[in-house]
Antibody
């Protein structure tokens, strides 16, 4: 069964950092682009970042450029999102998903709350 | 960045109705348009990719089409499990791959 499981969310103060992880199973992780999408409470979906199979290409939405870093470890079948200089507006459920353009498989999400 | 505008933002319909949701792109996106369904507290689910290709396992009552920069999701005969929020997403050229603001489909 294809599965993605996010972890690492929690409560963090403004200006703080957090690292999200996504564990993949049931497919050959190294063959796929991977993507992070977030959803603020009661709001719509926002595409955040994606990364090529070998990590050689990475793209970000403007609002997180310079603060967030997407990475992956194909040996561990894992995707990461390092989030620095967090702001209140980064509060959201963060989903990892499989795919470059469209996301065919999604994790259950992990909640990040930025608040003092 | 490419902007995606969905309409309507909400919609009331009955079981058995035919429903259409529209998404307009701010520029040409070729056929790089995807549709997702999301139920409360759940992750989104891919329904249609590349305008009209049905994702595996998705019922055939869902279909997609395009006319220029306007894209349409049609549900031919609403079922109780279809009441949810629907999002379009463009995946043309270089990211970010923006989503529409969503359409909440409610029971009349």
């Amino acid at each position: 069964e294809v599965q993605l499981v996010e972890s690492g969310g929690g409560l963090v103060q403004p200006g703080g950092s957090l690292r999200l992880s996504c564990a993949a199973s049931g497919f050959t992780f190294s063959n796929y682009w991977m993507t992070w999408v977030r959803q603020a409470p009661g709001m719509g979906l926002e595409w955040v970042a994606n990364i090529k199979q070998d990590g050689s290409e990475k793209y970000y939405v403007d609002s997180v450029k310079g603060r967030f870093t997407i990475s992956r470890d194909n040996a561990k079948n894992s995707l990461y999102l390092q989030m620095n200089s967090l702001r209140a507006e980064d509060t959201a459920v963060y989903y990892c998903s499989r795919g470059r353009g469209y996301s065919s498989t999604w994790g259950q999400g992990t909640l990040v709350t930025v608040s003092s | 960045d490419i902007q995606m505008t969905q309409s309507p933002s909400s919609l009331s319909a009955s079981v058995g109705d035919r429903v259409t949701i529209t998404c307009r792109a701010s520029q040409s996106i070729s056929s790089y348009l995807n549709w997702y369904q999301q139920k409360p507290g759940k992750a989104p689910k891919l329904l249609i990719y590349a305008t009209s290709s049905l994702q595996s396992g998705v019922p055939s009552r869902f279909s997609g089409s395009e006319s220029g920069t306007d894209f349409t999701l049609t549900i031919s005969s609403l079922q109780p499990e279809d009441f949810a929020t629907y999002y379009c997403q463009q995946s043309y050229s270089t990211p970010p791959y923006t989503f529409g603001q969503g359409t909440k489909l409610e029971i009349k």
